[in-house]
């Protein structure tokens, strides 16, 4: 809105001032010229008076006229032609713009803070982010400056340039001025001359402009004297005749030119014209440059053209008149054309012109003496001459309203006649209402009063004037004279509202109507825009801004775009000065008069309108209409050359998601290439700006280290390792942290690293990003780059690649981090790939892998991507087009421009949440995925997998084959394998025989190393190992494996094959097994220490065998062989395999054991048929012998006899065990076929100890839990790990079976073997249960507990869980199992009961003590079978002698007891009667005895 530096009241009184025309001769204006200035302008800085004036009205009271202000110019004998107006108030506009550098004005509305001023463009244009923070606070004084002074340079030119009409006279001359030079040979007769022509164009009717406002105009007689080149005396002699002929109040002396154009340069004097000439003049001004207009400067003068000036020439050709009005040109219309053809004029001529017109001093004769000569010229002027004249005016018109008053109407009307004469013919209503009303002639009394109501309110008589304004308008409305009652109402409602004390509200319906008659009833828009301006500013000033808007918006009609477009804006301002701002119908208005401002041709209001509206419309989802603001800002920043903000509102078109339609959104991109294109050619040597299109999903970056996976060659598979193609899973990354971190610790003797970093491959947005990653020199380095197409048409990319730069630096041992100078560009440091064509359709997501082959060590920063943006005509792939050609010879067609820039890879690191300070506030971490540093060469490993089998039975042993290749430069070492999975696989002990010839000469071999067998015995064959062979010593990794690499080198570019066996996991399904590959540089590197590699195996397992094994004691203490000790184990094999497998039949091949106590010594019953065949659903049991190792056992007994008390034994209980665990294993294997698996050898006993490495660890954590505890409760928890050792049996089996496969017409044979592991004698153990199969052995509540265990212990779910503190007091069972009793006597005795009644028979009882401590025993002889179902068996007989005994049985100690049974009658009986109680020796408060187990002991006695 414009917010005036004056107020309403002065306004309007400078709208309307009083006039005086000024007829110069040739001389004067000579003289003028001496200052670049003619008569009027040299005045007007000084036409505004400085004190107050009085004057007396008709009722001879004293009025005072304040701040009066009159107008003196030039006389124009043509009114001005419309055109001329029209091009003159464009120009106008066009050259008033807003300031720049100015505080801008800022209104808040609601969420709102427009910038109503906009001071700058920027201010306010969507792009600018910062915008708010550049507005200052809306200035609270009463007056402001002025935010629109366009608005009001135009409203001041167009008031000035309004023709004088007949139906006022407002803009009518009161006085004239004749103005002489005193150097002239004969003033006086000049004097006279001009009066002559000041009166021939008065009252001739030659003349019909200008208008006067009363026959005898007022002559002002001036004589004008330079005081620099003149005669002083002269001047003052013809000043005198003057005087006498004129009369002092109606002549003047003005002297000027008081310093001479020569001299005096350096002296400053102020030049209060220029602000003047600025409203009044038409300027080209360096801001408007880009203007679609150009301003041509009067040919015959080099002075600017006032707006006093638009008339024709004088008849008699006066130097201050013009023939035609030089501004009369074609107006060129604005073609819309969007090439901005309509600014490019010829640059010679308007510099010209503004050399012409620029800097041109005013003033320069004048000092300030003369500037006050001319001030007190105009006062006296105006005291002397004009303010008289024009109360003598009012006294004599009032006195003719007086005389009149009182009378009739109809002699009124009489009296009227008699004054008026004639007047034209009285017309229809309609009619009047269809012209403009009656025409009255000058002398008409109507006119006398509207004549007298304008003198009063040229000098301030508002009250006066309204009284006369109200009485015209009624004798205008009853004569139908529309025009002239419109002219009176419009200046009533002015006059009630200047009025002093504002004794009457402002009559604002005066104004609706004149405002209304003007525009239908007269068509006179200028007249009616004249009333909407006038009201307007005084409904603004009463806060009424709602009925202003609504006023200015009624006269914005077709007939002239520029007034509608400043009319439509002043509305919008309205609507946001509002008590309740309006604020979308200030942005819809201001989007409104946009569009007529670029009409109108005035681009850079057009421009600043929509920038304006923008900040209401952006971010508000009104996406149309924002694509809407955002063209229409684009098109009109191009036409100005404003190419930067065209560029960027095109851009904020193609990246919002615009809702347009395919077609409009290929327009929109077409015009954005154009524009940029234009904008890169004149900004050549700029560094590439920022592109909008693609987006890019900065965050989904990845980075890619290293090369490309290879592809599977036949039965050669690589090893999967890391790809861009693969899904992050974080569980999978923190395994392989998990597997590097365990391999790493290995590598450095066991020795955790407190500063350990997994090796990262793949960067992306899960991974940690805060350490700088490590690339290799020559390896590539890849990046893929998340591309989106928000438009519905397609994005063609061409020559795609990285932006980066490089800092090399040198980080081998030998140097300090040398760094050198930083690099942008070069081949031979960064070798970037270069994509030649990269399509992304309509709305699609695609991703895009660049890559960069570093050259150098170093640091690189990966800053961005550069590409050429274009679109294409389709996405057909030409025909005939060879596919090798590729991307070099074009795949697409493109359509139209393609435009070169970048788009920076800028990434948000995590936001930091750890301490208190990075909680309470928002603070990112850094993300350096795009910053790797390039060290040194390293080795570089690929693994090949061959025959890699993918589908086996549980517990399948298959051999394959690995390939290790060294694919780089440099040798490695210390090849490593870590897998979680390490009882699946083994690449064989250290007496594995290297690579055969090739993978095939073995393929049909068995995977075990085999004899035959040459003898017929049933017994086992011996061989012993040592776990330390199969890396399954006490505390190794055996997670961890060395690769059998020859000398532990494997040299650049050679390759090794391995053989690997697998096996398949014991439980049914799908099985990833993960592969970690470590290895180093023999070369010690700063940066990079190792590297890894990795490979996932699925192997998918169908259920086969499952196996049960339980031990029992045996009745005999010694076998026949005296091999000491023996058991007896029961092994249940059954085939759960189902038909699917295609498995024909199991075969049971070998029973191994592995034990360092026990051995299987031979098969009990076996069947004739040695073969053990299972087919489907079909089960097996086998008995086996098992007997203690003779050898071991001695050494046990040595070793433990040597301590005297159980007190040493308790202490060195660590030590024994430790003993007992040592790392040599004793084999045993029962062979059921013609061929023997040495089960001691690689592969059996590596699946063997791989799958017991957790035992090996449980004597080392059973001595420290000892010695951590006190000394009562340790000798309790010894006492009970002793009993409980006495039920417990450490022996292993291993079920070694082939089975035979029905598979493509072929019959092939699979090998693979099962383990159970005894733990306690008399306790059933299990392979592992594959489901369904098993689960109807296990019964439902076994199954239940087993299928509740942990995924990661179900593997080793046989062995005997590991409890972290010993039990208070041991079971029943353990108990129970201290003393081993065996009674020996003959199966049958023979005895006659005719000779001797009683029978007698001798028995021997064994006791052996199974624990490693003393004992005491009781056996008790009175027991008695009371059962009846025992009776009904066993006969009842009773024994003879001692019925009780007690005795102490040291370690491991045997004793006999010689008993007698006797038995009066034949039967069979069961000797197993003795009861035997025994408890350990020291602990008599501890354990209550216990009774111990006893088997059956059956005798027959028979009669003879």
């Known amino acids: 809105m414009a917010q005036r530096v004056q107020s309403v009241q002065e306004f309007l009184q400078d709208s309307f001032v009083p006039l005086v025309a000024a007829l110069c001769s040739e001389e004067a204006e000579r003289l003028t010229r001496k200052n670049n200035l003619g ?278 050709g006066l130097s201050n008149n013009f023939k035609t009005h030089p501004l009369q040109l074609d107006h060129t219309s604005d073609s819309g054309c969007f090439d901005g053809t309509d600014y490019l004029k010829s640059n010679a001529s308007l510099h010209e012109s503004k050399k012409l017109n620029t800097g041109i001093p005013h003033g320069m004769c004048l000092t300030l003496t003369d500037h006050d000569r001319i001030r007190q010229f105009i006062q006296e002027f105006t005291f002397r001459g004009l303010l008289p004249h024009i109360e003598k005016t009012i006294r004599q018109l009032n006195d003719q309203l007086i005389s009149r008053k009182g009378l009739s109407r109809s002699l009124f009307s009489a009296t009227k006649k008699w004054f008026s004469g004639g007047k034209v013919p009285e017309k229809s209503i309609n009619e009047l209402k269809s012209t403009s009303g009656l025409l009255y002639p000058l002398e008409a009394p109507e006119l006398q009063i509207r004549k007298m109501a304008d003198l009063c309110f040229l000098v301030q008589h508002y009250e006066l004037a309204y009284s006369c304004y109200h009485t015209a308008k009624k004798d205008f409305l009853n004569d139908q004279a529309m025009l002239y009652a419109a002219g009176a109402l419009e200046m009533a409602a002015v006059s009630a509202f200047l009025q002093p004390g504002a004794p009457r509200p402002y009559p604002a319906h005066y104004m609706d109507t004149a405002i209304q008659t003007y525009r239908d009833i007269c068509k006179n828009m200028m007249l009616a825009e004249r009333c909407v301006l006038l009201s307007a500013e005084i409904l603004k000033s009463q806060s009424k801004y709602s009925e202003a808007a609504a006023l200015l918006i009624r006269l914005t009609t077709e007939d002239s775009d520029l007034r509608s477009a400043l009319l439509l804006e002043q509305a919008a301002h309205c609507f946001i000065n509002m008590k309740s701002p309006m604020v979308r119908k200030f942005a819809f208005h201001m989007i409104l008069a946009g569009h007529r401002y670029s009409k109108a041709g005035q681009k850079k209001h057009a421009l600043r309108c929509y920038c304006q509206a923008m900040q209401v419309y952006k971010g508000k989802g009104w996406s149309l209409a924002e694509d809407h603001i955002n063209f229409t800002i684009g098109r009109q920043s191009f036409t100005l050359r404003q190419l930067e903000n065209a560029v960027s509102a095109f851009r904020h078109i193609l990246i919002n998601d615009s809702k347009q339609t395919a077609s409009q959104q290929g327009a929109f991109l077409r015009e954005y290439l154009y524009v940029y294109r234009n904008v890169s050619q004149l900004s050549s040597d700029e560094p590439l700006p920022q592109l909008p299109l693609p987006y890019i999903n900065s965050s989904a970056t990845r980075v890619f280290f290293g090369h490309d996976r290879r592809p599977a060659e036949g039965e050669k598979q690589a090893a999967t390792h890391i790809s861009l193609d693969q899904e992050y899973d974080s569980e999978y990354s923190q395994q392989w942290k998990e597997l590097e971190e365990q391999v790493v610790a290995v590598a450095n003797k066991s020795v955790a690293l407190s500063n350990f970093q997994p090796t990262q491959y793949c960067l992306n947005k899960y991974s940690d990003n805060s350490r700088f990653p490590l690339g290799v020199v020559e390896e590539p380095i890849t990046v893929e780059v998340a591309f989106r197409n928000p438009l519905k048409v397609p994005l063609l990319l061409t020559d795609l690649s990285l932006l980066w730069k490089f800092q090399p630096k040198d980080f081998s041992l030998n140097s300090n981090g040398e760094t050198k100078e930083l690099i942008t560009c070069g081949k031979d440091v960064i070798g970037a790939e270069v994509i030649s064509e990269f399509l992304i359709n309509s709305e699609e997501t695609k991703m895009a892998r660049l890559k960069l082959f570093p050259h150098q060590t170093g640091e690189l920063h990966i800053l961005g991507v550069v590409y050429n943006l274009g679109t294409i005509q389709g996405t057909t792939v030409l025909d005939g087009m060879d596919s090798s050609v590729g991307l070099q010879a074009g795949k697409y067609i493109p359509n139209g421009t393609s435009v070169r820039g970048r788009q920076d890879l800028e990434i948000q690191g995590p936001r930091l949440n750890n301490t208190k300070e990075e909680k309470t506030s928002i603070k990112y971490g850094p993300d350096r995925r795009l910053d790797p540093i390039i060290t040194e060469e390293m080795p570089l490993l690929e693994v090949f997998f061959i025959n890699f089998p993918t589908g086996l039975l549980c517990g399948e042993i298959r051999k394959t084959y690995v390939e290790f290749m060294n694919v780089s430069k440099c040798p490695l070492t210390r090849l490593k394998v870590v897998s979680k999975r390490p009882e699946c696989f083994t690449f064989g002990g250290s007496s594995t025989i290297l690579t055969p010839l090739s993978p095939s000469t073995s393929e049909h071999c068995s995977a075990y190393k085999t004899v035959l067998k040459h003898s017929t015995s049933v017994c086992s064959l011996m061989s012993s190992a040592s776990s330390v062979d199969f890396g399954a010593g006490i505390g190794n990794q055996t997670e961890v494996i060395d690769v059998p690499l020859p000398d532990s080198v494997l040299l650049p570019g050679a390759s090794v094959q391995l053989p690997m066996w697998i096996r398949g996991p014991d439980e049914e399904g799908v099985h990833e097994i993960h592969f970690l590959f470590y290895y180093e540089s023999i070369k010690k590197h ?409 088997m059956p002991a059956l005798i027959i006695i028979n009669s003879i």
């Open 39 to 316: 008569f009027c302008e040299l005045v007007k800085p000084f036409c505004r008076l400085t004190s107050e004036v009085h004057m007396r009205d008709p009722n001879n009271q004293l009025h005072i006229i304040k701040n009066l202000k009159i107008a003196v110019n030039n006389i124009i004998t043509q009114p001005p032609q419309p055109g001329a107006i029209r091009k003159l108030l464009n120009d106008v506009v066009t050259v008033s713009q807003p300031a720049e550098g100015l505080v801008a004005n800022v209104i808040t509305a609601g969420d709102y803070d427009l910038n109503i001023s906009d001071r700058s463009v920027k201010a306010s244009v969507p792009w600018y982010s910062s915008w708010k923070d550049t507005l200052m606070g809306l200035n609270t004084s009463t007056f402001y400056s002025a935010t629109t002074p366009w608005f009001e340079a135009y409203r001041e030119s167009f008031l000035q340039s309004m023709p004088a009409s007949d139906h006022e006279f407002l803009n009518h001359y009161v006085a004239c001025m004749l103005v002489v030079s005193s150097s002239e040979p004969e003033p006086v007769e000049q004097f006279l001359k001009l009066s002559q022509e000041q009166h021939r164009i008065q009252h001739s009717n030659e003349y019909c402009y200008p208008k006067w406002f009363i026959p005898n105009t007022l002559k002002y007689y001036v004589l004008l004297h330079d005081v620099s080149a003149g005669e002083e005396q002269r001047a003052d002699s013809i000043y005198e005749e003057m005087k006498q002929r004129y009369g002092t109040q109606g002549c003047y002396l003005l002297k000027i030119n008081s310093r001479g154009s020569n001299r005096g340069a350096d002296e400053q004097i102020p030049d209060p014209w220029s602000q003047y000439l600025q409203k009044s003049n038409i300027q080209i001004q360096e801001s408007c440059e880009d203007g679609p207009y150009t301003v041509i400067s009067n040919k015959n003068t080099d002075h600017f053209i006032p707006l006093d000036e638009l008339g024709n020439d004088s008849k008699d």
């Open 1086 to 1494: 700063s940066k990079m220490c190792h590297r890894v590699l990795r490979h996932t195996a699925v192997i998918c397992t169908s259920r086969s065998l499952t196996v049960r094994a339980t031990a029992y004691r045996s009745n005999a203490l010694e076998n026949e062989k005296g091999e000491g000790d023996n058991m007896l184990v029961f092994v249940d094999v059954e085939n759960i395999n189902t038909s699917e497998a295609g498995v024909k039949e199991f075969h049971i091949v070998q029973v191994s054991s592995n034990s360092k106590n026990w051995k299987l010594q031979e098969s009990i019953n076996l069947s004739e048929d040695k073969d053990i065949k299972l087919a489907n659903r079909e089960k097996g049991k086998l008995c086996l012998k098992a007997v203690r190792c003779k050898d071991l056992l001695g050494m046990h007994l040595t070793f433990w006899n040597n301590f005297s008390t159980i007190k040493y034994r308790f202490h060195f209980e660590g030590l024994k065990l430790s003993f007992l665990f040592s790392d040599n294993y004793t084999f045993a294997d029962i062979i059921f076929g013609n061929e023997q698996i040495i089960s001691s050898t690689s592969p059996c006993a590596d699946f063997f100890f791989r799958s017991l490495s957790s035992e090996f660890k449980r004597p080392q954590t059973q001595h420290i839990m000892h010695t951590s505890q006190g000394t009562a409760q340790q000798s309790l928890d010894n006492a009970v790990r002793l009993i409980q050792k006495c039920s417990e049996v450490d022996l292993n089996i291993i079920v070694l079976w082939k089975a035979y496969v029905i598979e493509d017409n072929k019959q092939l044979i699979l090998e693979g073997q099962h383990h159970v592991v005894l733990h306690t004698v008399g306790k059933e153990a299990f392979s592992f249960p594959q489901k369904q199969g098993f689960k109807k052995i296990l019964g439902n509540s076994d199954w239940e507990d087993l299928e509740q265990e942990s995924p990661e212990m179900v593997l080793f779910n046989f062995f005997r869980p590991e409890s972290s503190s010993v039990p208070a007091r041991p079971s029943p069972d353990h108990l129970s199992n201290l003393i081993k009793t065996s009674l020996h006597y003959p199966e049958t005795y023979n005895h006659s009961f005719h000779q001797k009644s009683l029978c007698v028979v001798p028995v021997i009882l064994l006791l052996s003590n199974c624990s490693q401590a003393d004992v005491d025993v009781i056996i008790d002889l009175r027991h008695k079978t009371t059962s009846p179902e025992t009776l009904e068996i066993h006969g009842s007989f009773t024994w003879l002698g001692q019925t009780q005994y007690k005795l102490q049985l040291k370690s491991l100690e045997v004793s006999s007891l010689q008993l007698k049974a006797c038995f009066v009658h034949t039967g069979v009986y069961n000797l197993g009667t003795p009861r035997v109680f025994a408890k350990l020796s020291d602990q008599v408060t501890l354990f209550e005895t216990s009774q111990q187990n006893s």
